[in-house]
């Protein structure tokens, strides 16, 4: 699972019908201390994430086990919206 935040939509009129009314959301990783990280990633919104949320991510095989998205062209899906992330060493 990756931790990202929310850096905005994907608008692509054309795509794969199998795509059609899925929400695309740009995905910044961060850091467990909420610092973001220099990539980026394309999601699939699987729980009504916003703006600026922190979001959990899965890739892969996993992204397409996510609900709603089985058989879709997918390689990252948002599973989850992050309350809070406590790190204890």
């Known amino acids: 699972m990756i931790i990202g935040r929310i850096i905005g939509n994907i608008v692509a009129t054309r795509k794969d019908p ?3 009314g899925k929400k695309l959301l740009l995905v910044r990783p961060i ?3 909420g610092e973001d ?3 980026y990633l394309v999601a699939v919104d699987t729980v ?3 703006y600026r949320e ?6 892969g095989s996993s992204a397409r086990m996510a609900e709603g998205l089985k058989d879709m062209p997918v390689d990252a ?3 989850g919206i992050i309350d809070t992330v406590e790190v204890t060493d």
Not at 54 to 59: F, Q, R, T
Request: glycine share 10%; hydrophobic share 50%; aromatic share 0%.
């Open 18 to 20: 199998r795509l059609e």
């Open 31 to 33: 850091t467990l201390r």
């Open 37 to 39: 990280e220099n990539n």
């Open 48 to 50: 009504g994430a916003g």
């Open 54 to 59: 922190k979001v959990l991510v899965v890739s």
């Open 77 to 79: 899906a948002i599973v």
